[in-house]
């Protein structure tokens, strides 16, 4: 009689023990693993299902943005493919000389106006500086002509007093000739030059870009440069036909030039972007895979550990009522 009362009791006792769910001990974030108190988890289930939940939204976020990325790229590749040789023709009868020697330069920086595309737009602006500076004088001028929000928002903080002119908000339509042709009379339009030189990056592939810098130069400086006898010098065994003059020629031959040039550049830019951000969303995915694994296996020892405690405090509530 007394043994089973003796059971009956321990049975009572030993009841609430069991909890139909763990219990998370709620810890001072100041405290460190070894000042914590003894039996206190380090960390609750519910946090790690909350992380591995948000680490989950991200992941699907990263692989839509590059398939989004992926659809724009091959709509942009053919359009740059094509435009190369626009200007490939010019390149042939005014070269492309970067080394000339020009008082103002003008410095057109092409970037994008959105981000999540690794390094693209800190390299241009990068260049565009060290441009700067190589080409920097007493008597010599250099101003910023701006395309793209990223690069604006670098070069505004320290070379504010030299940003002639910034265009944003570029790829808001599909790019095609018309527009950037306008664009680019605006820019002829309002800046006062010698020398263009168009910072962009040129597609290569998806995971490969290269900075490239186009020189445009004025029809002053072509026609003292064919003078010279320098690479320009095969300008004067053409003939001209029609009323118009030499000076009216290179003229409309720079402003074609610049406008072919510029095409290019932007639609090359844009390839670049979409191949560099498909590449960063990539390892973006794969990062959040990786971290989604280590916080399964977090959870799981976490909640492996809390059953483990609570089996420990049931055998030994019910071996101290025995004893």
């Not at 680019?184 to 962009?200: P, S």
Request: net charge positive; glycine share 6%.
């Amino acid at each position: 009689m007394a043994m089973a009362a003796l059971r009956r009791e321990g049975r009572r006792f030993a009841t609430p023990l069991i909890s139909p769910r763990p219990i998370a001990a709620i810890r001072s974030p100041f405290l460190s693993e070894e000042d914590a108190p003894l039996g206190v988890r380090s960390i609750s289930t519910q946090i790690v299902r909350n992380r591995m939940k948000s680490v989950k939204n991200i992941q699907k976020i990263t692989k839509a943005m590059k398939m989004v990325a992926a659809s724009k790229l091959r709509a942009i590749q053919v359009k740059a493919e094509n435009s190369r040789g626009l200007w490939q023709p010019f390149t042939a009868l005014l070269g492309d000389t970067p080394t000339v020697d020009a008082k103002k330069n003008v410095i057109v920086t092409i970037s994008s106006d959105k981000g999540l595309c690794g390094g693209i737009n800190s390299t241009a602006v990068k260049i565009s500086k060290s441009l700067h500076k190589l080409n920097s004088g007493p008597d010599k001028e250099n101003k910023y002509v701006i395309l793209g929000e990223k690069a604006k928002a670098i070069l505004v903080r320290d070379s504010k007093k030299d940003i002639e002119l910034t265009i944003t908000e570029l790829q808001k339509n599909p790019l095609n000739y018309t527009q950037v042709s306008v664009l680019a009379d605006d820019i002829l339009k309002n800046v006062e030059f010698d020398a263009l030189r168009i910072i962009y990056s040129k597609f290569h592939s998806v995971v490969a870009f290269l900075p490239t810098m186009a020189t445009v130069l004025s029809p002053e400086l072509v026609e003292r440069e064919a003078e010279s006898g320098g690479k320009l010098g095969e300008l004067d065994s053409y003939e001209i036909e029609g009323g118009e003059t030499k000076g009216e020629i290179l003229q409309n031959l720079a402003e074609f030039q610049f406008s072919c040039v510029m095409f290019n550049a932007v639609l090359e830019n844009a390839c670049s972007e979409q191949g560099a951000r498909m590449s960063a969303m990539d390892s973006s995915s794969r990062n959040a895979g990786e971290m989604l694994d280590r916080l399964t296996l977090t959870y799981n020892r976490t909640r492996q550990a809390s059953i483990t405690t609570e089996l420990i405090e049931i055998i030994s509530g019910a071996s101290a009522l025995e004893g």
